[in-house]
């Protein structure tokens, strides 16, 4: 069956803080790791007032001190905006602390703005490097062999396992040539999905890190006991969305009943294209459209996100989930 993780942006919900959305990041990594969720990974977002896990490594150590079992990890690292050494240190922190539990997962983007970009003191050209970067950063990794002069410490020696992250044909290029995992965000850029897992899985090579193709998907999943109660938690992200498409982002905005009824034309298409990746409703409506998603796609996994602003119902759904995979894992 295929496995279930979870990717939290660590929500700001209107009139919170990241204070507040750091401590449920904790508090969801437990109930899933009760409930037995694979992994948990946290995304590096800059200059997003509504995204509390920017500064993802230090993210992901207080997640990891706060639990027991899950592997916790990036979805990830915007590996352009940092130096490859710098990346494998920090990396190789988190594993020396908490071994066999850290995973990597390596983006291309900036995860922000160009004005944001810049003041990271981004290079607009580093992108390119990419390939290059993810070699360099995984080299870091091996057993220091004799007379290196640049070594990362911690790093050296280990076992960190490193994902390709894309919402293109390029990530799913990478990811086959390097015989990596891939994950593909479909949760928000769900266009060439079905092209990306074709490019992936005929053209994998086979590596020391990974025998075969291992695909995991983005995936919204908003559940509730009834259909409607799904469907109001959801515009949250609706909104959010428009809003950071038009230019404004902000933070997590409450839900807001009939959302989608009075919005404009191109913003319903807009939603309709870019969330099309999306399981909203009762336990039945989801085990359906869970069903459905890994009938098309063949993914081995799921990385479900939710960004209900109720942290209650955020929690709620990811147990009503947990509940419908277990069932559906006995049926098949």
Known sequence: MTALSVLDLSPITQGSTASQSLANS???????????????????HHNMPGIASAATSVVIAHVAGGTKTIRVGAGGIMLPNHAPLVIAEQFGTLAALFPGRIDLGLGRAPGTDMLTARALRRNLESADNFPQDVVELMGYFQPAEEGQRIRAVPGEGQTVPVWILGSSLYGAQLAALLG????????????????????????????AELDKPYVMLGLNVFAAPTDAEAKLLFTSLQQAFVNLRSGRPGQLPPPVENYDRDLDPMAK?????????????????????????IRRTGADE???????????ARVRSFEILADVHKAMSKAA
Do not use: K, N
């Open 269 to 293: 298409s807009m939603l309709a294209q870019a969330l099309s990746c999306a399981v909203v409703g009762s336990p039945e409506t989801v085990r359906q459209g869970i069903d459905a998603f």
């Open 26 to 44: 904790l508090d969801l990594a437990r109930h899933a790791e009760r409930l037995g969720y694979t992994r948990y990974w946290l995304a590096e």
């Open 302 to 312: 799921l990385m479900v996100t939710a960004q209900c602003f109720d942290h209650a």
């Open 180 to 207: 990596l995992p891939y994950a593909f965000a479909s949760h928000f850029a769900p266009a060439e999905l079905d092209q990306a897992l074709e490019v992936y899985r005929t053209r994998f090579q086979p590596s």
